[in-house]
T-cell receptor
Framework: NAGVMQNPRHLVRRRGQEARLRCSPMKGHSHVYWYRQLPEEGLKFMVYLQKENIIDESGMPKERFSAEFPKEGPSILRIQQVVRGDSAAYFC???????????????FGPGTRLTVL | GENVEQHPSTLSVQEGDSAVIKCTYSDSASNYFPWYKQELGKRPQLIIDIRSNVGEKKDQRIAVTLNKTAKHFSLHITETQPEDSAVYFCAASIGRDYKLSFGAGTTVTVRA
């Protein structure tokens, strides 16, 4: 069973370009979370998605950032018109869904390190 | 929203000694408290978790304690080894919200 996969692992963009980060959850997982980690800081929640639905986007900036988790294919975190402050590691995590069950462990992907020049 | 504070930010211990990291949380509705270990340049990995119906949980050299009344929880690593050197993050989540709020992390260095 492959773990959470993210690509690319490293992404370099110039200011004003678009960045697309992809996340494939573990098999059987229908919950996806995106977190941002600035250098030497903790992980900050951005958005929580289930298939075809955004459940909670309270941690995601309203401007330039968007996320989706389509019925088929990976979850995508999209950053338009990137700025230097967007440089960070972006981690995706996934967990199983079990109606009425307790909180399930979140498994993290290897992250995408975005550098904005 | 949930606010998680973590102390200390750095911790240096002699090999074989114990390491203790403490976290506090703000929302009394929080009921799930995982701890993650992150080695340099790698993904965070769950090392232990505790739910609010349990006061203490142990897994070999690692233990976690939870005080719901005081809203704090701690990670204890005994007989530390050089491979325990990493950044450790505590987190808390509320019910079925599934969203994790992380502490700022503790950089643990085990001196040989």
């Amino acid at each position: 069973n492959a773990g959470v996969m993210q690509n690319p692992r490293h992404l370099v963009r110039r200011r004003g370009q678009e960045a697309r980060l992809r996340c494939s959850p573990m098999k059987g997982h229908s919950h996806v979370y995106w977190y941002r980690q600035l250098p030497e800081e903790g992980l900050k929640f951005m958005v929580y998605l289930q298939k075809e639905n955004i459940i909670d986007e309270s941690g995601m900036p309203k401007e330039r950032f968007s996320a989706e988790f389509p019925k088929e294919g990976p979850s995508i975190l999209r950053i338009q018109q990137v700025v230097r402050g967007d440089s960070a590691a972006y981690f995706c995590a996934s967990s199983r869904s079990r109606a009425g069950g307790p909180q399930e462990e979140q498994f993290f992907g290897p992250g995408t390190r975005l550098t904005v020049l | 929203g949930e606010n998680v504070e973590q102390h200390p930010s750095t911790l240096s211990v002699q090999e074989g000694d114990s390491a203790v990291i403490k976290c506090t949380y703000s929302d009394s509705a929080s009921n799930y408290f995982p701890w993650y270990k992150q080695e340099l340049g790698k993904r965070p990995q769950l090392i232990i978790d505790i739910r609010s119906n349990v006061g203490e949980k142990k897994d070999q050299r690692i233990a976690v304690t939870l005080n719901k009344t005081a809203k704090h929880f701690s990670l204890h690593i005994t007989e530390t080894q050089p491979e325990d050197s990493a950044v450790y993050f505590c987190a808390a989540s509320i019910g079925r919200d599934y969203k994790l709020s992380f502490g700022a992390g503790t950089t643990v260095t085990v001196r040989a």
